[in-house]
C-alpha cells in the first residue's frame, strides 16, 4: 500500500512538469509567430491617385464618343424644292418629272383638259437669238409643263405650226405620258437656213384628235425656237 502511495505522488510530479511545459511553449509561440509575419513589398504596389474633375471629363467622353460610333447612322440630305428642280438633268430625255409647286400660282378650279405651261427654263437649249452658221445643225429643246387636266398619252404630238420650219420634222409622238403637273423636254432638229438672217418657227402640242393647243388663257398660244444666221467671216 505505501507502494502505491509513492506510485501516486511521481505520476504527479510528471503531470506538473508538463503543464508547466506546455505553458511555457504556448507562451514561446505567441512571441514568434508576431516576427514571423510576412513583409509587403512597398515598392510593388499600385499607388491610387485621386481623380480629380477633368480626368473624369475625359473618360466620360471617350467612352460617349466610343458608343457613338457603335451606334453612327447615316446622314440623311433633304433637298428643298430648288435643289431638286436644279438637279433635274438637262438632256432631251422626253422623260416626264414632277415639278415642284410654285406657291405664287394660283390654280385655277376648272382647268381645260388640254393647256401647256411654260417649265423652268422653257428653253433648255437654244435660247432665243441664238447665232449658228449657214446650213449649221442644231438641236432645239423645250421644257413644258402638262397644265391641263387630261393626261398626254404617246399619241399626243409636239409639231410645226407655223413660221419657219428649218428643214425640221413636222411632227413629232412623246415617247411616254405626262401626267398632269408634269414637266417633260422635247427635242427637235434644226439645220440653220442658208441665207444671213432671224428666223423664227412656232410649235404646238396636238391631242390625239389632232388638234393644236398651246399656252395662256385660251391654250392657244405656241413656243418659238428663234435664231440669227450670220455668214461665216
Not at 504527479?12 to 511545459?21: A, E, P, Q
Not at 408634269?182 to 390625239?208: H, R
Request: charged share 15%.
Amino acid at each position: 500500500m505505501r507502494q502505491n502511495g509513492e506510485q501516486g505522488k511521481g505520476w504527479d510530479k510528471i503531470g506538473n512538469v508538463n503543464k508547466l511545459f506546455l505553458s511555457r511553449l504556448a507562451l514561446g509561440l505567441l512571441l514568434f509567430l508576431p516576427a514571423c509575419k510576412p513583409t509587403i513589398n512597398q515598392a510593388n504596389t499600385p499607388t491610387l491617385l485621386p481623380l480629380d474633375e477633368a480626368s473624369l471629363l475625359q473618360t466620360s467622353v471617350a467612352r460617349v464618343t466610343a458608343e457613338a460610333v457603335k451606334t453612327r447612322q447615316p446622314v440623311i440630305s433633304i433637298l428643298s424644292p430648288a435643289e431638286t428642280l436644279a438637279s433635274v438633268p438637262l438632256t432631251a430625255t422626253n422623260t416626264p418629272f414632277s415639278v415642284p409647286e410654285d406657291p405664287t400660282i394660283t390654280s385655277t378650279p376648272n382647268l381645260p383638259c388640254n393647256l401647256v405651261q411654260a417649265g423652268n427654263p422653257i428653253d433648255v437649249s437654244v435660247p432665243d437669238g441664238s447665232r449658228f452658221l449657214p446650213g449649221q445643225e442644231f438641236v432645239k429643246t423645250w421644257r413644258i409643263i402638262n397644265g391641263g387636266s387630261c393626261t398626254w398619252t404617246m399619241r399626243y404630238k409636239y409639231s410645226y405650226y407655223s413660221g419657219n420650219s428649218m428643214g425640221a420634222h413636222q411632227e413629232n409622238r412623246l415617247i411616254t405620258e405626262v401626267q398632269p403637273g408634269q414637266a417633260v423636254d422635247i427635242s427637235v432638229p434644226f439645220i440653220a437656213p442658208f441665207a444671213p438672217g432671224e428666223y423664227e418657227g412656232s410649235w404646238m402640242m396636238q391631242d390625239e384628235a389632232g388638234n393644236f393647243f398651246g399656252m395662256g388663257l385660251n391654250a392657244d398660244a405656241p413656243f418659238y425656237v428663234k435664231i440669227r444666221v450670220e455668214a461665216a467671216p
